[in-house]
């Protein structure tokens, strides 16, 4: 192992929002001092670090200096260029490294590589121009859904195309990108597993979190999720497999399909902490962030253990529609806890913050969340 970076040190993240402001808790929770680099100004990561610089990702001499103050550096936002990428990896250490964030960027290398590794995915095939468009028209299978291959969260740049015929237009509606063309998994449910590889190779996963969408953002997250042992160890496995072909150092999300026949499918890879990880800050032993933290500077890992049944339902920006939700209300629940974000605009579909309940089954916890988050607006 590289030697440790010590707490004292300052290390630093790239990207601003929520993912970043929960890990710079976490660090200076551990004696971290946080520099963050985003283009915002009084960004959620901003109000909570150190130091905030705010400059273009681009710029080659604010990445530079900002490299110049740090001893390692970790993402929140993994759409950073692979030049910026390149130029930090040449002067510090990156976690996780570029190879992962590449690899995780663009879901047609994403998908090729876990195809590559023997990993089940959801059947897909390219459509970069008019004679893909055509090919898929002849021979491929629908109802599907057309994501674009570059920057895509939360459903953006992504369409379900019911029939072949409808695909032409789909495609131009996502402006001719670089694309995917997945088949329509039937699903019986979703499912995430959050896990944490340091330099040493030594892997911790937590237990598998059952997720649910509402307009395709995450909605509600259940830990322990519902499932039968050999499933949730096969998920765990699958993580683990796609953590060492890929040489993760930091913290990754695999984001499953749970098909109706039993089986499972990778839908996606985020190589950070993820929104269905929230709910191991209040729920377990120690949380994605502090995990994140400790792969960053090359301590070990801490523990994934559950300690107590938990569901974490998110407070989207639609609460705010008659006004400011009754925080009292919430804060009056004792098993439920508020995590917000530090954002001032709340715009519809917007992530302000999110929930915690605690239960002594992982039912009980999801019907207080949604039951705590109810009460904000009733
Ligand atoms: P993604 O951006 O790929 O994570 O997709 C967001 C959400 O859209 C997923 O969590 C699913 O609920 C849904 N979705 C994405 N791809 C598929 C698919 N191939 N079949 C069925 N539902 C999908």
Request: hydrophobic letters at 45%.
């Amino acid at each position: 192992m590289n030697a440790s970076i010590l707490p004292g040190a300052t290390i630093g993240v790239l990207g601003s929002g929520q993912l970043g402001r929960m890990f710079t808790i976490a660090a200076r929770r551990m004696g971290y001092r946080v520099h963050v680099f985003s283009p915002e100004k009084d960004s959620p990561t901003g109000q909570v670090a150190d130091l905030e610089v705010a400059d273009s990702y681009d710029n080659v001499d604010a990445i530079d200096r900002f490299a110049a103050g740090i001893q390692a550096v970790t993402f929140e936002f993994e759409n950073v260029s692979s030049e910026t990428i390149a130029r930090l990896e040449d002067l510090l250490p990156v976690r996780p490294s570029g190879r992962v964030l590449s690899t995780a960027q663009n879901r047609i290398r994403e998908k090729t590589f876990l195809r590559d590794v023997g990993i089940p995915v959801t059947p897909f095939r390219r459509i970069a121009s008019t004679a893909d468009v055509q090919a898929a028209v002849a021979d491929g299978s629908f109802p599907s859904v057309l994501k674009t291959a570059d920057w895509g969260y939360d459903g953006k740049g992504q369409v379900r195309v019911d029939s072949a015929a409808a695909l032409p237009e789909a495609w131009a509606g996502i402006g001719q990108n670089d694309a995917i063309l997945e088949e329509f998994v039937d699903f019986q449910g979703e499912l995430s597993v959050v896990a944490v590889r340091g330099d040493d190779g030594q892997f911790e996963a937590y237990q598998p979190i059952a997720n649910q969408h509402r307009n395709h953002i995450l909605d509600l997250s259940v830990c322990p999720a519902d499932l039968p042992a050999t499933v949730a160890r096969e998920a765990v496995e699958v993580t683990r497999v796609i953590f060492e072909a890929l040489g993760v150092v930091g913290v990754l999300c695999v984001e499953f399909f749970h098909c109706s026949n039993g089986g499972l499918l990778v839908n996606e890879l985020a190589p950070r902490p993820h929104n269905s990880g929230h709910l191991t800050v209040d729920a377990h032993m120690s949380c994605q962030f502090e995990q994140q933290v400790r792969a960053l500077c090359g301590l070990p890992l801490g523990s994934t253990e559950l300690l107590r049944p938990a569901a974490m339902a998110n407070l989207l920006g639609d609460l705010w529609s008659d006004g400011e939700p009754d925080w009292a209300a919430l804060c009056a629940l004792p098993n439920v806890k508020l995590h917000l974000y530090g954002k001032q605009e709340p715009r519809v579909g917007r992530k302000m913050g999110h929930l915690t309940a605690l239960g002594s089954s992982a039912a009980e916890a999801a019907q207080l969340a949604l039951a705590a988050r109810e009460r904000l607006v009733s």
